[in-house]
């Protein structure tokens, strides 16, 4: 199988190491408001990245006929609910009507003759405005601006390691389009952009693209942010974020190993496919610990395989070789695979993140939703509101057609966890979705 997928991640910017074995949490400052007696939703906030603003199915765009996208961000989902506990208004940056596509989505149009879902790209009514190149980093897509009202910040690709760069503006297309200023001349960094206007309350899930395109680029496209600095950036945002008295909610960073971009196509499955070519092996370019080095080698249940890996490039000539992949001296790319060594790199690095996160909301007094122990819980499969979901490719309900982000229903289920764990800190009585209302894959 073979799918469009669009990225979810940018090239990390500055100040990025490439390995740490401890991390070290800074003291929030004296002026830290240790949670708040009470919360106030009267301006409430969303940071993030692409989950945050809506990012589905390969692209942000508002929804068409059915709600979808940004029209159904978690944030948007949680903030309706506020208002009968006192919340105002939620602006979200969308598209114009006649460029509601955005940056352009994937849909589903039935199946294939083989069976595997006919998966094509939306590229209508997009907001492309043009390109430019950034001198030392290349081509940036310009998208339509937005100039309105702004309560969700989540900006697509956005790293926790990047919030500090006057760079960032210049070289992520979905921050540049929230801010004045064209791409080149920006300087405003991400922590300053959603700092600048008072707020009483905020939600924050940062974090997850410090690991997420490392582990979907098979560990080569990005690097993993350092625990160390990911603590130093976790406390200045918090400490940023909390210190006018707001009271908030942030959440852990789920292991994205689990995600079904990595387990759909299965080795196992590559096996079956090439069974009429009697091969014994699916082979793979792999990551050896012991030298650094890669190597080919037999892949094996605990390697993972990128979603958007071409099946049907399987013994025939790449790199102007014979046997792709069913022959050692022509394995599958490492950039395919998150092989199992870098398997469990991620796994550790998100460990470490996520002890950084869980002490920050004990520090500064903050709700916490446990989205590692939550998507743990959609893999194993679970029944919510007469609704049975897991997190299977298409079937599951909760994942859309890129394998890494939410449906409509994945939102409503995360909006819900949110709720959750705000009324069990603040004491108060925001009403949960009916998760049934809202749809999977359409």
């Not at 009968?84 to 039935?110: H, I, K, M, T």
Request: aromatic letters at 10%; a neutral charge.
């Amino acid at each position: 199988m073979k799918f469009r997928f669009l990225p979810v991640s940018l090239v990390a910017l500055v100040f990025i190491f490439s390995s740490c074995q401890k991390e070290d949490i800074p003291s929030a400052p004296q002026s830290t408001q240790q949670g708040a007696a009470a919360a106030d939703f009267t301006r409430y906030i969303s940071v993030g990245n692409s989950i945050t603003a809506g990012y589905s199915n390969g692209g942000l765009y508002n929804g068409g006929l059915f709600l979808e996208g940004q029209q159904v961000a978690y944030p948007f989902l949680i903030a309706t609910q506020m208002k009968s506990a006192g919340g105002g208004n939620f602006f979200q940056p969308l598209f114009p009507a006649e460029q509601a596509n955005g940056s352009g989505y994937l849909r589903l149009d039935g199946v294939k003759p083989d069976g595997t879902p006919n998966i094509v790209p939306v590229t209508d009514k997009l907001a492309i405005r043009g390109t430019v190149t950034i001198p030392g980093f290349g081509p940036v897509t310009l998208y339509t601006k937005y100039t309105g009202d702004l309560n969700n910040y989540g900006v697509p690709g956005l790293k926790l390691q990047q919030i500090t760069s006057p760079l960032i503006g210049n070289l992520n297309p979905y921050f540049e389009r929230l801010l004045p200023g064209n791409a080149g001349t920006n300087t405003t960094s991400y922590l300053d952009f959603v700092t600048a206007k008072p707020f009483t309350f905020f939600s924050n899930w940062l974090g997850n693209n410090d690991v997420l395109g490392y582990a979907t680029s098979g560990g080569e496209g990005d690097v993993l942010t350092d625990s160390i600095q990911f603590a130093g950036l976790y406390a200045l945002l918090l400490s940023n974020l909390t210190k006018n008295g707001a009271g908030g909610v942030i959440a852990t960073i789920p292991d994205v190993t689990v995600l079904p971009y990595l387990n759909t196509v299965t080795v196992q499955a590559l096996k079956v496919a090439v069974s009429r070519i009697t091969a014994a092996n699916i082979y793979i370019s792999a990551l050896e610990p012991a030298t650094g080095k890669y190597v080919a080698r037999a892949a094996t249940d605990a390697d993972l395989i990128g979603l958007t890996f071409n099946a049907g490039s399987l013994g025939q000539v790449v790199n102007g070789m014979p046997g792709y992949g069913i022959t050692l001296s022509n394995p599958i790319a490492s950039k395919e695979v998150l092989d199992a060594a870098e398997t469990a790199l991620a796994r550790q690095y998100v460990g470490a993140y996520n002890r950084i996160i869980r002490s920050a909301s004990t520090l500064y007094g903050l709700a916490l939703f446990d989205s590692m122990d939550f998507l743990n819980k959609v893999k194993a499969g679970m029944v919510v509101d007469g609704v049975t979901v897991n997190a299977d490719f298409i079937t599951g309900g909760v994942f859309s057609l890129d394998g890494v982000h939410l449906t409509p229903r994945g939102n409503a289920l995360t909006a819900n966890e949110f709720i959750k764990a705000i009324n069990s800190k603040y004491n108060t009585t925001i009403p949960r979705l009916d998760v049934s209302a809202f749809k999977g894959v359409l």
